[in-house]
């Protein structure tokens, strides 16, 4: 990791097991399950059963969907406001002064939305667990079993919003402008209308360049692929050396294009939190399939 600009963002399994004894760090297991529903593109299952038959000691269990995310918005994994937010947090026992690792039993993003929801809100001293509970297991490394350990209630607050997350209108003010790159994190059959789970009309926004989520990843170790070969990806498809906005479908995928971007140094990286869930459902907004 010592050839990432922000190297911080990630921490490995060994440096995890080394640390989970501070009374400081607060582990998160965000894992998601999307299952497929031809009404509704997917339905959204919580991963409460895979955290209670065993999660790494001492974390706790964040309900990606009800927890972080506006309950009330009519598109799911919506940003939540500050307040609603620093409140979940709080309700887990975090504080200012916490050291905070997230991670999942599925895919890696889950672990970087939160990541990213904190990074939005302010909070720099967060970290995704790199390689997952897939690697942790794999390893032989301790397990706990059964619910989360209650933690008295915390002390959080969102001390700024930072701007980096957009909407609609962005997108549309930047589509066909050669400044921006407009990135987008769904797998390839699902970026050209070809196949996969769609959100309302198949493609992508009009545009738009591909690199999917799960190419950033060792797929025999789920852990981020070097920094020299993640910045020859995003290279290949123009992400380097121009403002990004990520999407995917809900603005979850998105975060793990956004946090190799930020890990590789680039500055101007934001992510379209509605994503082709809202985009795709209106016929007004320009897409492409091919």
Same mark, same amino acid.
């Given at each position: ?149 209650? +933690?008295?209630? =915390? ?8 701007? *980096?997350?957009? /909407?609609?209108?962005?997108? %549309? $003010? ?29 493609? +992508?926004?009009? =545009? ?8 950033? *990843?060792?797929? /025999?170790?789920?852990?981020? %692929? $070097? ?45 379209? /939190? ?17």
């Amino acid at each position: 990791m010592t050839d990432f600009v922000h190297p911080e963002h990630l921490v490995t399994t060994s440096w995890l097991a080394e640390h989970l004894h501070e009374p400081d760090l607060l582990v998160f297991d965000c894992t998601t399950h999307l299952l497929p529903d031809p009404k509704n593109t997917y339905q959204v299952l919580p991963g409460h059963e895979d955290f209670e038959k065993g999660h790494i000691p001492g974390a706790q269990f964040i309900d990606m969907l009800r927890d972080v995310s506006d309950v009330a918005h009519q598109f799911r994994f919506m940003r939540q406001s500050p307040e609603d937010f620093a409140a979940a947090m709080r309700r887990f026992g975090m504080r200012d002064g916490n050291r905070v690792v997230s991670y999942s039993t599925a895919n890696p993003w889950w672990a970087t939305r939160l990541w990213w929801l904190l990074r939005v809100f302010g909070f720099d001293n967060a970290a995704v667990l790199d390689g997952g509970w897939q690697k942790w297991t794999r390893e032989g490394r301790a397990v706990e079993t059964g619910p989360a350990r209650r +933690r008295p209630e =915390g002390t959080f607050t969102v001390r700024e919003t930072r701007n *980096l997350m957009v /909407d609609k209108q962005q997108v %549309l $003010a930047a589509v066909g402008d050669g400044e921006v790159c407009m990135l987008n994190a769904l797998l390839p059959q699902q970026h050209a209308g070809s196949g996969g789970n769609t959100y309302g009309r198949p493609g +992508r926004i009009a =545009g738009s360049v591909n690199l999917p989520a799960a190419h950033l *990843l060792n797929p /025999d170790t789920n852990e981020f %692929l $070097a920094p020299d070969e993640l910045r020859r990806r995003f290279a290949d498809v123009g992400a380097i050396d121009r403002p990004v906005i990520t999407y995917c479908g809900g603005g979850i995928a998105a975060s793990a294009d956004a946090l190799a971007l930020v890990m590789l140094g680039h500055e101007n990286v934001k992510l379209y /939190d509605a994503s082709l869930s809202e985009w795709a459902t209106d016929p007004d907004l320009p897409m492409e399939t091919g």
